[in-house]
């Protein structure tokens, strides 16, 4: 499946100038304050090319409703999909993909990425005690999954993260697939048990050549407190990764920051974004 992002969102949005990350490592961040207002965006366009069109969801307790255990949480908790063959008319449950087990501990907050060979992998959040994002793949992103492994290079503090692809190889660039998340199994009060929640701090952005196989770049966008983060693509190849920032660890953090760099600041010149834009 190939997402192509529409216009940059606008509006009046009230905007502290901080330093970013630009094409001469020099910074280049912008400090939004949690209240954000009159944001506009036109949709944008999917071009589907995959026989399903699948949307992860993470379904709670024994029936179809969902059952609360106090606090935000939802437990327990498993990840499937659901898909639509003819472009959002209507949709079908998948079969679940990553069960609640005694080691896949409550599955939620999934994301999902096409593969280069067409497979859909799903990346998990859970509050496993291996604390390492769970990742299963399927042929047609709702049936068949994969026995679902722990990915031992990307850490699990218990929240969310994201994925999005940078690039295909047949598209006469490499395959790259970008990777965020609180990059942290530590807690400031030492208390850390296997299975509960560490600070979130140290978003991080990954990036693999192998269709996430392994990681070959890691690298810290805010080392201190910071929380959920969601990272996109321009079409100009600018990384954006938006994400949560507070001044001590927390949930969700006091304000939203926006990271802007590229492929050169992201490797330290090792890689970079092709002529023609591959």
Request: aromatic share 6%; with cysteine.
């Amino acid at each position: 499946m190939q997402v192509r992002s529409g216009p940059v969102a606008s509006g009046t949005i009230p905007i502290q100038p901080q330093a970013v990350f630009g094409p001469t490592n020099t910074r280049a961040i912008r400090t939004i304050p949690t209240t954000i207002r009159s944001v506009r965006s036109s949709p944008p366009t999917l071009v589907l090319n995959m026989r399903h069109l699948p949307v992860c969801v993470a379904r709670s307790g024994d029936r179809a409703h969902l059952h609360r255990t106090g606090g935000n949480a939802l437990r327990p908790s498993v990840t499937a999909t659901i898909y639509s063959d003819d472009r959002g008319k209507t949709w079908q449950a998948g079969e679940i993909a990553v069960p609640c087990t005694d080691e896949w501990i409550n599955p939620n907050e999934t994301v999902a990425i096409e593969l280069a060979d067409g497979r859909v992998m799903l990346n998990c959040r859970s509050e496993s005690k291996a604390h390492r994002r769970l990742v299963t793949t399927s042929k047609d992103g709702a049936t068949g999954w994969s026995t679902p492994k722990f990915d031992d290079a990307l850490l699990e503090p218990i929240c969310m993260g994201s994925i999005i692809r940078y690039s295909l190889a047949k598209d006469g660039g490499k395959n790259r697939i970008l990777f965020s998340n609180p990059d942290n199994l530590s807690r400031a009060d030492g208390k850390e048990e296997p299975g509960k929640n560490r600070d979130r701090k140290n978003v991080s952005v990954k990036l693999s050549y192998d269709e996430g196989q392994t990681w070959a770049v890691n690298k810290t966008i805010e080392p201190g407190p910071s929380m959920y983060s969601d990272i996109a693509v321009t079409k100009s190849g600018t990384i954006l990764c938006f994400y949560g920032q507070g001044t001590k660890p927390g949930f969700a953090g006091e304000t939203l920051r926006l990271a802007r760099f590229n492929l050169e600041w992201l490797t330290d010149g090792k890689d970079a974004r092709a002529a023609g834009g591959k």
